[in-house]
């Protein structure tokens, strides 16, 4: 941020957004270099484009009642330094919203693997049961009618106890 809609007039606090971070602007102006807006946080003016005009910064997104802002991060003017190990900085630590739902969704992306494969083989052994099953079912029918042709060989059509408890299983 900026005090006035100078470049060089920079509010050191650190409290400007970074991407992808949004505002809500309530002014702009033309700078000695740039355009400016103003953003309803108080902390200052920000540039919409670098001081040479080369690289946009800021992009126009709608009136705020337009736009559903559940879909963005708004600057909340927290102060940034003291942050040098953070990603930004060239650290290790990825304090940025990218970088830490990048991480999120990798994470996901880990945990919903491990669940796919765990539901993988629950799935396998569910299958292998069921082909068991169906041999055993197999198998009882193939000593169910061989229990026919044996009683339609001896004439009769009933099973008696005896006949029961070979099949008992």
Not at 30 to 56: N, Y
Not at 85 to 101: C, D, I, N, Y
Not at 140 to 157: E, N, P, T
Request: proline residues 4%.
């Amino acid at each position: 941020t900026r005090f006035t809609p100078d470049c060089a007039d920079k509010n050191p606090d650190g409290s400007g957004p970074e991407a992808p971070q949004v505002i809500i602007a309530d002014a702009i102006c033309q700078g000695p270099r740039a355009i400016f807006v103003h953003g309803t946080s108080g902390r200052g003016w920000l540039p919409i484009t670098d001081p040479a005009g080369k690289r946009i910064l800021f992009r126009h997104l709608g009136k705020v009642e337009d736009v559903d802002l559940s879909k963005y991060e708004l600057n909340d003017g927290q102060s940034k330094l003291g942050q040098e190990k953070s990603f930004a900085m060239g650290g290790e630590l990825r304090t940025s919203t990218v970088a830490s739902q990048v991480s999120s969704a990798q994470d996901e992306l880990e945990s919903a693997k491990k669940a796919a494969e765990k539901a993988g083989k629950k799935q396998k052994q569910a299958e292998d049961d069921l082909r068991e099953r169906e041999a055993t079912v197999a198998e009882l029918k193939q000593v169910v009618q061989s229990l026919r042709d044996d009683l339609a060989k001896q004439g009769s059509s009933t099973l008696t106890e005896k006949d029961l408890s070979l099949i008992h299983i």
